[in-house]
Protein backbone atom coordinates (compact mmCIF):
# COMPACT_ATOMS: atom_id res chain seq x y z
CA UNK A 1 0.00 0.00 0.00
CA UNK A 2 3.04 2.27 -0.02
CA UNK A 3 4.50 4.33 -2.49
CA UNK A 4 1.25 4.70 -4.27
CA UNK A 5 1.52 7.98 -6.99
CA UNK A 6 -0.43 11.40 -6.08
CA UNK A 7 -3.80 11.62 -6.43
CA UNK A 8 -5.10 11.36 -10.38
CA UNK A 9 -7.30 14.07 -11.46
CA UNK A 10 -9.66 11.67 -14.07
CA UNK A 11 -11.30 10.50 -10.40
CA UNK A 12 -11.98 14.02 -10.00
CA UNK A 13 -13.25 14.63 -13.41
CA UNK A 14 -15.29 11.38 -13.26
CA UNK A 15 -16.94 12.50 -9.46
CA UNK A 16 -17.74 15.84 -11.09
CA UNK A 17 -19.53 14.56 -14.11
CA UNK A 18 -21.51 12.12 -11.69
CA UNK A 19 -22.60 14.23 -9.22
CA UNK A 20 -23.70 16.76 -11.93
CA UNK A 21 -25.74 14.22 -13.92
CA UNK A 22 -27.52 12.96 -9.77
CA UNK A 23 -28.43 16.72 -9.53
CA UNK A 24 -29.74 16.81 -12.79
CA UNK A 25 -32.00 13.24 -13.22
CA UNK A 26 -32.84 14.08 -9.37
CA UNK A 27 -34.71 17.23 -10.89
CA UNK A 28 -35.89 15.69 -13.75
CA UNK A 29 -37.52 12.90 -11.77
CA UNK A 30 -41.29 13.06 -12.43
CA UNK A 31 -41.27 15.86 -15.53
CA UNK A 32 -43.36 15.11 -18.27
CA UNK A 33 -42.63 15.09 -21.84
CA UNK A 34 -39.16 14.41 -21.32
CA UNK A 35 -37.20 11.20 -22.79
CA UNK A 36 -37.75 8.16 -20.66
CA UNK A 37 -34.42 6.90 -20.88
CA UNK A 38 -33.21 9.76 -18.40
CA UNK A 39 -35.08 8.49 -16.10
CA UNK A 40 -35.27 5.56 -13.83
CA UNK A 41 -36.70 2.54 -15.05
CA UNK A 42 -40.39 1.69 -13.25
CA UNK A 43 -39.75 -0.95 -10.50
CA UNK A 44 -41.53 -3.74 -11.93
CA UNK A 45 -39.69 -3.21 -15.71
CA UNK A 46 -36.47 -4.55 -17.09
CA UNK A 47 -34.69 -2.12 -17.93
CA UNK A 48 -32.10 0.56 -17.45
CA UNK A 49 -31.92 4.47 -17.66
CA UNK A 50 -29.40 7.17 -17.44
CA UNK A 51 -30.38 7.68 -13.75
CA UNK A 52 -30.42 3.67 -13.24
CA UNK A 53 -26.66 4.09 -13.87
CA UNK A 54 -25.61 7.09 -11.49
CA UNK A 55 -25.37 6.00 -8.01
CA UNK A 56 -23.80 2.77 -9.51
CA UNK A 57 -20.95 5.26 -11.07
CA UNK A 58 -20.49 7.07 -7.36
CA UNK A 59 -20.23 3.84 -5.53
CA UNK A 60 -17.56 2.99 -8.41
CA UNK A 61 -15.74 6.41 -7.82
CA UNK A 62 -16.13 5.74 -4.08
CA UNK A 63 -13.85 2.62 -4.60
CA UNK A 64 -11.30 4.64 -6.90
CA UNK A 65 -10.84 7.14 -3.78
CA UNK A 66 -10.13 4.49 -1.38
CA UNK A 67 -6.53 4.02 -1.95
CA UNK A 68 -5.23 7.28 -2.70
CA UNK A 69 -6.74 8.99 0.37
CA UNK A 70 -5.35 6.37 2.42
CA UNK A 71 -2.01 6.42 1.16
CA UNK A 72 -2.16 10.23 1.62
CA UNK A 73 -2.92 9.76 5.78
CA UNK A 74 0.07 7.34 5.48
CA UNK A 75 1.82 10.06 4.39
CA UNK A 76 1.56 11.97 7.95
CA UNK A 77 2.09 8.87 10.41
CA UNK A 78 -1.80 8.55 10.52
CA UNK A 79 -2.42 5.53 12.64
CA UNK A 80 -5.88 6.54 12.99
CA UNK A 81 -7.39 5.43 9.74
CA UNK A 82 -9.82 2.68 11.16
CA UNK A 83 -10.89 5.24 13.58
CA UNK A 84 -11.61 7.28 10.62
CA UNK A 85 -12.97 4.57 8.55
CA UNK A 86 -15.58 4.21 11.23
CA UNK A 87 -16.80 8.08 11.72
CA UNK A 88 -16.76 8.48 8.51
CA UNK A 89 -18.76 5.94 8.05
CA UNK A 90 -21.31 6.50 10.70
CA UNK A 91 -21.69 9.63 9.66
CA UNK A 92 -22.78 9.02 6.33
CA UNK A 93 -24.98 6.21 7.90
CA UNK A 94 -26.62 8.58 10.01
CA UNK A 95 -27.58 11.47 7.42
CA UNK A 96 -28.90 8.67 5.19
CA UNK A 97 -31.16 7.78 8.19
CA UNK A 98 -32.53 11.08 8.46
CA UNK A 99 -32.90 11.01 4.47
CA UNK A 100 -35.25 8.56 4.69
CA UNK A 101 -37.11 9.30 7.55
CA UNK A 102 -38.08 12.49 5.23
CA UNK A 103 -39.75 10.27 3.16
CA UNK A 104 -42.54 9.66 6.04
CA UNK A 105 -42.59 12.71 7.94
CA UNK A 106 -46.15 13.54 9.24
CA UNK A 107 -46.58 16.98 7.89
CA UNK A 108 -50.51 16.84 9.20
CA UNK A 109 -49.67 16.07 12.87
CA UNK A 110 -46.26 17.64 13.23
CA UNK A 111 -45.70 21.36 14.59
CA UNK A 112 -43.62 22.16 12.04
CA UNK A 113 -44.60 21.95 8.27
CA UNK A 114 -42.30 19.46 6.38
CA UNK A 115 -40.55 21.92 4.29
CA UNK A 116 -39.11 23.64 7.42
CA UNK A 117 -38.36 20.23 8.96
CA UNK A 118 -36.31 19.11 6.17
CA UNK A 119 -34.25 22.76 5.98
CA UNK A 120 -33.65 22.76 9.89
CA UNK A 121 -32.38 19.28 9.85
CA UNK A 122 -30.52 19.66 6.72
CA UNK A 123 -28.95 22.94 8.25
CA UNK A 124 -27.85 21.16 11.61
CA UNK A 125 -25.40 19.13 9.44
CA UNK A 126 -23.95 21.86 7.85
CA UNK A 127 -23.14 22.90 11.46
CA UNK A 128 -22.21 19.70 12.47
CA UNK A 129 -19.84 18.52 9.67
CA UNK A 130 -18.52 21.71 8.65
CA UNK A 131 -14.36 21.48 8.21
CA UNK A 132 -13.64 24.66 10.84
CA UNK A 133 -9.88 24.05 10.96
CA UNK A 134 -10.21 26.07 8.23
CA UNK A 135 -11.68 29.19 9.68
CA UNK A 136 -12.52 29.72 13.39
CA UNK A 137 -11.27 29.15 16.37
CA UNK A 138 -11.60 25.75 18.57
CA UNK A 139 -14.18 27.59 21.05
CA UNK A 140 -16.30 28.44 18.20
CA UNK A 141 -16.12 25.47 16.26
CA UNK A 142 -17.43 23.54 19.81
CA UNK A 143 -20.26 26.77 19.70
CA UNK A 144 -21.03 25.96 16.12
CA UNK A 145 -21.34 22.51 16.32
CA UNK A 146 -23.35 22.36 19.72
CA UNK A 147 -25.68 24.18 17.89
CA UNK A 148 -25.87 21.89 15.21
CA UNK A 149 -26.96 18.89 17.75
CA UNK A 150 -29.06 20.80 19.79
CA UNK A 151 -31.03 21.88 16.32
CA UNK A 152 -30.90 18.57 15.26
CA UNK A 153 -32.23 16.99 18.75
CA UNK A 154 -34.98 19.59 18.43
CA UNK A 155 -35.89 18.27 14.72
CA UNK A 156 -36.28 14.33 16.44
CA UNK A 157 -38.11 15.67 19.29
CA UNK A 158 -40.67 17.41 16.91
CA UNK A 159 -40.67 14.63 14.22
CA UNK A 160 -43.70 12.35 13.90
CA UNK A 161 -43.78 9.53 11.54
CA UNK A 162 -46.91 8.42 9.11
CA UNK A 163 -45.71 4.85 8.94
CA UNK A 164 -48.79 3.35 10.81
CA UNK A 165 -46.49 0.54 12.42
CA UNK A 166 -44.26 3.91 13.71
CA UNK A 167 -44.90 6.78 15.32
CA UNK A 168 -41.43 8.51 15.37
CA UNK A 169 -37.87 7.89 13.55
CA UNK A 170 -36.99 4.50 12.24
CA UNK A 171 -35.51 2.72 10.35
CA UNK A 172 -36.93 1.86 6.81
CA UNK A 173 -34.01 1.97 5.01
CA UNK A 174 -30.74 3.61 4.87
CA UNK A 175 -31.05 6.73 2.49
CA UNK A 176 -28.51 6.97 -0.55
CA UNK A 177 -25.56 8.17 1.71
CA UNK A 178 -26.68 5.73 4.16
CA UNK A 179 -25.73 2.73 1.54
CA UNK A 180 -22.47 4.54 0.37
CA UNK A 181 -22.03 4.84 4.29
CA UNK A 182 -22.20 0.52 4.52
CA UNK A 183 -20.33 -0.16 1.53
CA UNK A 184 -17.26 2.26 2.17
CA UNK A 185 -17.03 0.79 5.55
CA UNK A 186 -16.60 -2.89 4.42
CA UNK A 187 -14.43 -2.32 1.43
CA UNK A 188 -12.41 0.36 3.25
CA UNK A 189 -11.78 -2.16 6.15
CA UNK A 190 -10.78 -4.90 3.05
CA UNK A 191 -8.26 -2.89 1.46
CA UNK A 192 -6.57 -1.50 4.78
CA UNK A 193 -6.28 -4.48 6.26
CA UNK A 194 -5.83 -6.24 3.31
CA UNK A 195 -2.38 -3.67 3.04
CA UNK A 196 -3.78 -2.93 -0.50
CA UNK A 197 -2.85 -6.38 -2.20
CA UNK A 198 -4.38 -6.50 -5.98
CA UNK A 199 -6.01 -10.14 -5.93
CA UNK A 200 -7.60 -9.93 -2.41
CA UNK A 201 -9.12 -6.63 -3.88
CA UNK A 202 -10.55 -9.14 -6.99
CA UNK A 203 -11.38 -12.07 -4.37
CA UNK A 204 -13.05 -9.61 -3.09
CA UNK A 205 -15.27 -7.66 -5.65
CA UNK A 206 -15.95 -11.50 -6.98
CA UNK A 207 -17.13 -12.28 -3.52
CA UNK A 208 -19.58 -9.44 -3.39
CA UNK A 209 -20.76 -10.08 -7.36
CA UNK A 210 -21.61 -13.61 -6.36
CA UNK A 211 -23.25 -13.30 -3.14
CA UNK A 212 -25.74 -10.27 -4.88
CA UNK A 213 -25.88 -13.59 -7.45
CA UNK A 214 -26.64 -16.03 -5.49
CA UNK A 215 -29.02 -13.86 -3.53
CA UNK A 216 -31.46 -13.47 -6.47
CA UNK A 217 -31.00 -17.30 -7.27
CA UNK A 218 -32.53 -17.27 -4.22
CA UNK A 219 -29.75 -19.23 -2.22
CA UNK A 220 -29.56 -16.75 -0.04
CA UNK A 221 -33.50 -16.01 0.35
CA UNK A 222 -33.21 -17.03 4.48
CA UNK A 223 -31.69 -13.54 4.51
CA UNK A 224 -34.41 -11.28 3.49
CA UNK A 225 -35.94 -10.76 6.75
CA UNK A 226 -32.89 -8.92 8.18
CA UNK A 227 -30.72 -8.11 5.09
CA UNK A 228 -31.15 -4.33 6.03
CA UNK A 229 -29.62 -4.91 9.60
CA UNK A 230 -27.21 -7.20 8.77
CA UNK A 231 -23.46 -6.45 8.59
CA UNK A 232 -23.64 -6.08 4.93
CA UNK A 233 -26.86 -3.92 4.74
CA UNK A 234 -28.13 -5.33 1.49
CA UNK A 235 -27.27 -8.11 -1.60
CA UNK A 236 -23.90 -7.11 -1.86
CA UNK A 237 -24.50 -4.35 -4.89
CA UNK A 238 -23.33 -1.39 -2.93
CA UNK A 239 -20.63 -3.39 -2.14
CA UNK A 240 -19.76 -5.03 -5.84
CA UNK A 241 -19.64 -1.49 -7.24
CA UNK A 242 -16.94 -0.05 -4.86
CA UNK A 243 -14.78 -2.73 -4.73
CA UNK A 244 -14.68 -2.49 -8.45
CA UNK A 245 -13.64 1.04 -8.04
CA UNK A 246 -11.13 -0.62 -5.76
CA UNK A 247 -9.73 -3.10 -7.59
CA UNK A 248 -9.44 -0.96 -10.77
CA UNK A 249 -7.57 1.98 -8.55
CA UNK A 250 -4.85 -0.64 -7.08
CA UNK A 251 -4.63 -1.80 -11.08
CA UNK A 252 -4.00 1.90 -12.30
CA UNK A 253 -1.06 2.21 -9.41
CA UNK A 254 0.73 -0.97 -10.17
CA UNK A 255 0.36 -0.72 -14.20
CA UNK A 256 1.59 3.16 -13.92
CA UNK A 257 4.47 2.04 -11.13
CA UNK A 258 5.84 -0.69 -14.20
CA UNK A 259 5.03 2.05 -17.10
CA UNK A 260 2.94 -0.47 -18.33
CA UNK A 261 -0.34 1.84 -18.31
CA UNK A 262 -1.50 1.23 -22.04
CA UNK A 263 -2.63 -2.41 -20.54
CA UNK A 264 -4.78 -0.68 -18.10
CA UNK A 265 -7.39 0.30 -21.04
CA UNK A 266 -7.31 -3.31 -21.93
CA UNK A 267 -8.00 -4.77 -18.45
CA UNK A 268 -11.25 -2.39 -18.27
CA UNK A 269 -12.49 -2.98 -21.78
CA UNK A 270 -12.17 -6.78 -21.60
CA UNK A 271 -13.54 -6.63 -18.03
CA UNK A 272 -16.43 -4.91 -18.81
CA UNK A 273 -17.24 -6.85 -21.73
CA UNK A 274 -17.03 -10.07 -19.76
CA UNK A 275 -19.62 -8.11 -17.23
CA UNK A 276 -21.97 -7.16 -20.13
CA UNK A 277 -22.32 -10.71 -21.27
CA UNK A 278 -22.87 -12.20 -17.63
CA UNK A 279 -25.54 -9.51 -17.04
CA UNK A 280 -27.72 -10.40 -20.07
CA UNK A 281 -27.17 -14.09 -19.49
CA UNK A 282 -28.22 -13.70 -15.76
CA UNK A 283 -31.03 -11.20 -16.76
CA UNK A 284 -33.39 -14.26 -17.97
CA UNK A 285 -32.99 -16.31 -14.83
CA UNK A 286 -32.89 -13.48 -12.18
CA UNK A 287 -35.47 -10.27 -12.25
CA UNK A 288 -34.11 -8.91 -15.41
CA UNK A 289 -32.10 -5.51 -15.01
CA UNK A 290 -33.83 -3.46 -12.40
CA UNK A 291 -32.13 -1.08 -9.76
CA UNK A 292 -35.33 -0.54 -7.89
CA UNK A 293 -34.91 -4.85 -6.77
CA UNK A 294 -30.63 -4.81 -7.11
CA UNK A 295 -30.77 -7.57 -9.42
CA UNK A 296 -27.20 -9.13 -10.73
CA UNK A 297 -28.18 -7.62 -14.48
CA UNK A 298 -28.45 -4.33 -13.31
CA UNK A 299 -25.07 -4.85 -10.92
CA UNK A 300 -23.15 -6.53 -13.62
CA UNK A 301 -23.79 -3.93 -16.64
CA UNK A 302 -23.71 -0.93 -14.72
CA UNK A 303 -20.32 -2.06 -13.58
CA UNK A 304 -19.28 -3.01 -16.73
CA UNK A 305 -20.70 0.89 -17.93
CA UNK A 306 -18.50 2.48 -14.96
CA UNK A 307 -15.50 0.70 -16.27
CA UNK A 308 -15.74 1.57 -20.09
CA UNK A 309 -16.60 5.92 -18.97
CA UNK A 310 -13.64 5.56 -16.37
CA UNK A 311 -11.31 4.12 -18.98
CA UNK A 312 -12.11 7.30 -20.89
CA UNK A 313 -11.76 9.68 -18.46
CA UNK A 314 -7.97 8.33 -18.00
CA UNK A 315 -7.22 8.61 -21.24
CA UNK A 316 -9.09 12.05 -21.83
CA UNK A 317 -7.48 13.67 -18.65
CA UNK A 318 -4.27 11.79 -17.09
CA UNK A 319 -3.08 10.79 -20.43
CA UNK A 320 -4.41 13.76 -22.68
CA UNK A 321 -4.41 16.38 -19.97
CA UNK A 322 -7.68 17.94 -20.38
CA UNK A 323 -8.96 18.77 -17.04
CA UNK A 324 -9.48 22.07 -17.66
CA UNK A 325 -12.72 20.95 -19.82
CA UNK A 326 -14.45 20.24 -16.55
CA UNK A 327 -13.62 23.19 -14.51
CA UNK A 328 -16.55 24.42 -14.70
CA UNK A 329 -17.97 21.38 -12.63
CA UNK A 330 -15.21 20.83 -10.75
CA UNK A 331 -16.52 22.14 -7.15
CA UNK A 332 -19.16 18.91 -8.03
CA UNK A 333 -15.99 16.72 -7.74
CA UNK A 334 -13.96 17.99 -4.79
CA UNK A 335 -17.15 19.25 -2.90
CA UNK A 336 -19.30 16.38 -3.61
CA UNK A 337 -20.69 16.50 -0.02
CA UNK A 338 -22.11 19.66 0.36
CA UNK A 339 -23.31 19.61 -3.30
CA UNK A 340 -25.48 16.40 -2.67
CA UNK A 341 -26.80 18.16 0.49
CA UNK A 342 -27.19 21.68 -1.08
CA UNK A 343 -30.67 20.63 -3.05
CA UNK A 344 -32.25 19.61 0.50
CA UNK A 345 -32.12 23.11 1.47
CA UNK A 346 -33.37 24.68 -2.36
CA UNK A 347 -36.42 22.28 -2.47
CA UNK A 348 -37.99 22.82 0.92
CA UNK A 349 -37.16 26.93 -0.09
CA UNK A 350 -39.66 26.25 -3.46
CA UNK A 351 -42.12 24.67 -1.22
CA UNK A 352 -42.13 27.56 1.62
CA UNK A 353 -42.12 30.44 -1.04
CA UNK A 354 -44.95 28.14 -3.25
CA UNK A 355 -42.12 29.31 -6.06
CA UNK A 356 -43.10 27.97 -9.80
CA UNK A 357 -41.54 27.80 -12.99
CA UNK A 358 -43.20 29.41 -15.48
CA UNK A 359 -45.29 26.35 -17.61
CA UNK A 360 -42.34 25.84 -20.47
CA UNK A 361 -40.14 24.77 -17.80
CA UNK A 362 -42.14 22.51 -15.91
CA UNK A 363 -41.98 20.11 -18.83
CA UNK A 364 -40.63 18.87 -22.42
CA UNK A 365 -37.44 20.56 -23.70
CA UNK A 366 -38.05 23.68 -21.68
CA UNK A 367 -37.72 21.61 -18.63
CA UNK A 368 -34.76 19.78 -19.70
CA UNK A 369 -32.84 23.17 -20.06
CA UNK A 370 -34.08 24.14 -16.30
CA UNK A 371 -32.43 20.82 -15.09
CA UNK A 372 -29.34 21.66 -16.42
CA UNK A 373 -29.23 25.30 -15.31
CA UNK A 374 -30.30 24.01 -11.90
CA UNK A 375 -27.62 21.55 -11.70
CA UNK A 376 -24.75 24.35 -12.47
CA UNK A 377 -26.68 26.34 -10.09
CA UNK A 378 -25.89 23.95 -7.33
CA UNK A 379 -21.79 23.54 -8.41
CA UNK A 380 -21.71 27.13 -8.75
CA UNK A 381 -23.37 27.86 -5.22
CA UNK A 382 -20.77 25.01 -3.73
CA UNK A 383 -17.84 26.77 -5.50
CA UNK A 384 -18.75 30.22 -3.91
CA UNK A 385 -19.28 28.33 -0.16
CA UNK A 386 -15.60 26.64 -0.88
CA UNK A 387 -14.00 30.32 -2.19
CA UNK A 388 -15.00 31.56 2.01
CA UNK A 389 -14.03 28.60 3.39
CA UNK A 390 -17.32 26.70 4.06
CA UNK A 391 -16.75 22.99 3.47
CA UNK A 392 -18.06 20.14 4.44
CA UNK A 393 -15.76 17.50 6.05
CA UNK A 394 -17.19 14.11 6.98
Known amino acids: MSNLINRIRSIDAFRAVTMFLMIFVNDLDGMPNTPQWLKHAAVDADGLGLADTIFPAFLFIVGLSIPYAFEKRLRKDDAKIPLRIITRSFALVFIGFFHANMETYDDVHTLLPKPVWDSLATFSFFFIFLDYNRWTSLAGRYLLQGFGIVLLIAMCVLYKSTDPGHSWLHLTWWGILGLIGWAYLLCAFIYYYSNG????QAAAWLFFMFFNIDFHFGMLGFLSNV??????????????????G??????????????????????MILMAVILFNLGFIVRYFSGGISKARDT???????????LVIYSGFVFLVDLKQKYNWFKIIEPAGTGTFMCYLIPFL?????????????????????????????????????????????????
Open 197 to 200: ILWV
Open 246 to 267: VFVSVLYIRLRQNNELKMLWVA
Open 346 to 394: IYPLYQMTNFAYPDFMDQGTGGLIRCFLFSFVIVWLTGLLQKINIRLKI
Open 296 to 306: PSWVLICTGIS
Open 227 to 244: QKYVWIAGNGAMQAFTMA
